[in-house]
Every structure is written in structure tokens, then in C-alpha cells.
């Protein structure tokens, strides 16, 4: 397997770059980064915790549904335009949280936060992956989102430092100035030599080995007519609902489990650890089998994950929790998104995407809303990780009556 990687990051160099350090960039929006920024946010603002939870829901929500929008231009417009569209917006995002003085401009700022960075930024990568590349699909999401687990490991202590030596809104700033700065000429040359033939895919049957594009009629409308989507869509939203509710609402778990933040917060390493090596294992294993395949079992670490601490206490288990969830993560993305190119072919993958990507970002709305009226309303967290794990059980079993591993749509 890592001969196979290594021979294919030596011919696709230049696009697989490009799409690590684009979702990389789009950590700025992820929910493990913007937490660090929480507490700051409510001091400074006068905000209780309900008021920060609620912007936060409502900036997601409302992001989640401008992306299936917007995310489906990436089907008609080049990508240098595309990529500085998302460059200016998450620049101006962390602009307007440099500002920020109110709860209004908070809400606005995480909504540009959330729409370009756990939005776009991520799409765009991972799109772009998705069209690239059919032989080494997987290999190539696989390799692109590497960029969040990198985050992962690497953002909590720029953030936790920039806070200490700048305070939380000069550290916006230095944010809002690198993007431009730093990761916009290397994206715009990266995709610029990515154009030479000698690092394309040498395919010309894209499509026809995994199945023929849709008809004009619209992929999204193809795809919500499907009752196999319907069948897959709670193992496809159940890892970012459950993960963003568990981050939100870490300071309901974690004096609960008998746990510590700074234990908490070093478990976060073995959680990107594992969350990178399992998304390189699964992108090989899509190339070698099928998402369509691997769906069906993917949920199997988060069900272990969650019924850990349902059932057991001590610190070994805040480790298994993260190590479990860091592993269902990282396999989803490569399965999950092969899965929409294999069933619905490749013409109208940004739209299916964006679509897909807009109900994650609009169900991490949802859950910190739902985990904490039940938080409020007295469950415990070891009935609340009881509760998660049936959910993905019963996902997981329709799953099973979902996407064969021979039938796709047709013309």
C-alpha cells in the first residue's frame, strides 16, 4: 500500500498538494478549531452559554444552506476563479471576527467562518479529487483530506499560542493576512502545473468503469428520487452530527466522565493520528473494493466508540472514544465520497457534493441544539453515548438495503 501511494503522489503531485493544504486551510471553520475560540468569545461579549451555542447553530444552518447554493458552481466555473472566491470569503470571515464586538458581528463572522471554511474550502478540494482522479479516487481523497487530521495535531496549539501572546481578536488577524497571503499563490501555481498532461490520470474510461453519468434532468433530483440514498443517509450524516455535538458539549462530558481538559486535550493527538491513518487505509481500500462496499461497515468504530463510555469509566476510555471516532472520521470521507461518483458518475459531481456537504454542515447544527436541550433536561453522558451508539446501529442496518455493489443509475 505505501509503495502504491508513493508511486501516485509521484505522478499527481502538484493537484494532491493542492488539495491537502485547501482542506488544511478550511480548518479555520472546523468546530475543533473555532472551540478554542469559545470562551473568549463569550467573556468578551457577555454572552451565556445558551447565546454562544445558539449563534453558532444559527451560523451553521444558515451556512449549511447557502452551500447547496453556491457549492454546485464548481460544476461551471474554473477552478483558480473558485479557489479565489473562497480565499477572499474566509479572509473576510476572520476579518469580521477581528471586529467583532456584538453578538450580531459574531454571527456574522462564524457564518462566513463556517460557510467558507468547514464549507467550501473542503468541497473544493475534495470535488476536485473526485473528477481528477478513477483509478486512484480513493487514494486521492484519501490524500487531500489529510489536511484535517493535520489540523487536528497541529491548529490547537497555534491557536491556544496566538490567543496567549496576541489575544483572541489580533489573532484573526494574523489569520485573515496569511490566507491571502501565504496559501493563495501556492494554490493558484499548484493548480496551474497540475495542468501539465504528465500529472493527469492516464484514464479514458472515467465513468464507464463506475457507472454513466445522469440524465439533463438534474442530478439532485435524480438523487433525492433514489430510496437507496435515503437508505444511506443516516450512516452518510452520522459521524460530523455526532463528533460536532461530543467537541460543542466536551465541558458537559468530560467532568462527567471523570475525566480532565488537559487529558481530554491530549487524547486529541491519538484522535488525528488515527484519523489520518485510517482515511490513507481506506482510500486504498476504496480503489480496491468499492465505497459502495465499504459503507456498510464503516460505522462499525463508532458504534465501539460510543458504547465505550455508555458502559465503562476511567481515563483509558476517553482515549478509545477519540482513537474510535478519530478512525470512523477518517474512513468516511474517502468512502462516502467515492460512493456519490461510483453510483452517479462525474458530470454533476459538485452539485451532488455540495449537496451532501450542505446537510453535514446543516446537521452539525442541529446537534449542538439537541445535545443540549437534553443536556438541560437531565440525561447523563453515559446515556447519551448509549442513545448515539443505537442511532448508528439502526444507520448502519439500512445501510445494508442501500447502494448494491453492482447497481448504479443509468441513462
Not at 474550502?121 to 487530521?149: C, D, E, Q, Y
Not at 428520487?225 to 467537541?247: E, N, Q, S
Not at 474512513?331 to 455540495?354: F, H, M, Q, T
Amino acid at each position: 500500500m505505501i509503495q502504491e501511494y508513493l508511486r501516485f503522489i509521484k505522478h499527481s503531485w502538484p493537484i494532491l498538494i493542492f488539495g491537502m493544504m485547501t482542506v488544511f486551510m478550511g480548518n479555520f471553520g472546523q468546530s475543533f478549531f473555532v472551540s478554542w475560540f469559545g470562551s473568549s468569545f463569550q467573556e468578551s461579549l457577555g454572552l451565556s452559554a445558551t447565546s454562544y451555542g445558539s449563534a453558532y447553530s444559527m451560523a451553521t444552518l444558515a451556512s449549511g444552506l447557502l452551500l447547496m447554493w453556491i457549492g454546485g458552481s464548481i460544476d461551471k466555473v474554473s477552478l483558480e476563479k473558485f479557489i479565489l472566491f473562497c480565499t477572499i470569503g474566509l479572509s473576510l470571515a476572520a476579518l469580521t471576527l477581528w471586529q467583532s464586538n456584538n453578538i450580531t458581528t459574531l454571527v456574522i463572522g462564524l457564518f462566513l467562518l463556517r460557510f467558507f471554511g468547514q464549507g467550501l474550502f473542503p468541497h473544493t478540494a475534495i470535488t476536485t479529487m473526485m473528477k481528477k482522479f478513477s483509478l486512484n479516487r480513493g487514494k486521492g481523497l484519501s490524500l487531500a483530506t489529510t489536511g484535517v487530521p493535520l489540523g487536528e495535531i497541529i491548529l490547537p496549539s497555534i491557536a491556544v499560542f496566538l490567543i496567549a501572546q496576541f489575544g483572541w481578536q489580533q489573532s484573526w488577524l494574523i489569520i485573515a493576512l496569511a490566507i491571502p497571503l501565504l496559501y493563495l499563490p501556492l494554490a493558484l501555481f499548484l493548480i496551474k502545473r497540475s495542468k501539465d498532461k504528465k500529472y493527469s490520470e492516464h484514464n479514458p474510461t472515467v465513468d464507464s468503469q463506475t457507472s454513466k453519468a445522469l440524465t439533463e434532468d438534474g442530478s439532485r433530483r435524480t438523487l433525492l428520487a433514489d430510496y437507496r440514498f435515503w437508505l444511506a443517509l443516516p450512516t452518510v450524516l452520522a459521524a460530523p452530527f455526532i463528533v460536532t455535538g461530543i467537541f460543542i458539549h466536551q465541558g458537559f462530558f468530560i467532568p462527567q466522565m471523570g475525566w480532565t481538559p488537559i487529558l481530554f486535550a491530549n487524547c486529541f493527538v491519538f484522535y488525528g493520528i488515527t484519523h489520518w491513518l485510517s482515511s490513507m487505509y481506506a482510500g486504498a481500500l476504496v480503489d480496491r473494493f468499492s465505497g459502495r462496499q465499504l459503507l456498510k461497515y464503516y460505522p462499525i468504530p463508532m458504534i465501539m466508540a460510543l458504547l465505550l463510555p455508555s458502559l465503562l469509566t476511567g481515563n483509558w476510555v476517553a482515549y478509545s472514544l477519540l482513537i474510535l471516532l478519530g478512525i470512523a472520521i477518517g474512513s468516511g470521507s474517502p468512502i462516502i465520497n467515492a460512493l456519490w461518483a461510483e453510483v452517479y458518475g462525474s458530470k454533476y459531481l459538485g452539485r451532488i457534493r455540495a449537496l451532501m456537504a450542505s446537510l453535514a454542515v446543516i446537521s452539525t447544527s442541529i446537534s449542538p441544539i439537541l445535545f443540549g436541550y437534553l443536556i438541560d433536561n437531565g440525561i447523563t453522558a453515559s446515556q447519551l453515548f448509549w442513545w448515539l451508539s443505537m442511532y448508528v446501529l439502526l444507520a448502519m442496518f439500512l445501510a445494508f438495503f442501500s447502494y448494491s455493489n453492482k447497481k448504479s443509475l443509468e441513462i
